[in-house]
C-alpha cells in the first residue's frame, strides 16, 4: 500500500505561484502513474493534472493548461504540480492520487490511493 503526502499549499494572490509536492511512501511509487485532483467548496472533485511512471505523458484539464506544469523525480518518490497564474476559481484543496497503472488517468477510479489533501487558497 503507498501512502500519500502533500504539501506546498498556502493562501497566495491572484498571478501568483505555489508549487505542490506529493511525496509517496513506497518505493514502488515511481513505477505508476501519478495524478492531481482539486475539490472546491461545494463542488464535485475534478482532474486537474497526470503524469505517466517514467513522466513522458502528461495530460491537463482544460482549465489549468499553460498555467499548470506536473512533473516528477521518481530518485525522490515525488511528484510536483507547478502553478503558475493562480486564479481566484483555482481555489480548492489540491489531492494526489496513485494506483497500480503506468499509464496517466484522468478519472478518479483510475487510482487507488489518495492522499489528505492540501489547501490553496487565491485572493482577488
Known amino acids: 500500500q503507498v501512502q500519500l503526502a502533500e504539501s506546498g499549499g498556502g493562501l497566495v494572490q491572484a498571478g501568483g505561484s505555489l508549487k505542490l509536492s506529493c511525496a509517496g511512501s513506497a518505493r514502488t511509487f515511481r513505477y505508476y502513474a501519478v495524478g492531481w485532483f482539486r475539490q472546491a467548496p461545494g463542488k464535485e472533485r475534478e482532474f486537474v493534472a497526470a503524469i505517466s511512471w517514467v513522466g513522458g505523458s502528461t495530460y491537463y484539464a482544460d482549465s489549468v493548461k499553460g498555467r499548470f506544469t506536473i512533473s516528477r523525480d521518481n530518485a525522490k518518490n515525488t511528484v510536483y504540480l507547478q502553478m503558475n497564474s493562480l486564479k481566484p476559481e483555482d481555489t480548492a484543496v489540491y489531492y494526489c492520487?496513485?494506483?497500480?497503472?503506468?499509464?496517466?488517468?484522468?478519472?478518479?477510479?483510475?487510482?487507488?490511493?489518495w492522499g489528505q489533501g492540501t489547501q490553496v487558497t487565491v485572493s482577488s
Open positions: 492520487a496513485s494506483g497500480s497503472r503506468t499509464y496517466p488517468n484522468i478519472v478518479q477510479s483510475g487510482y487507488d490511493y
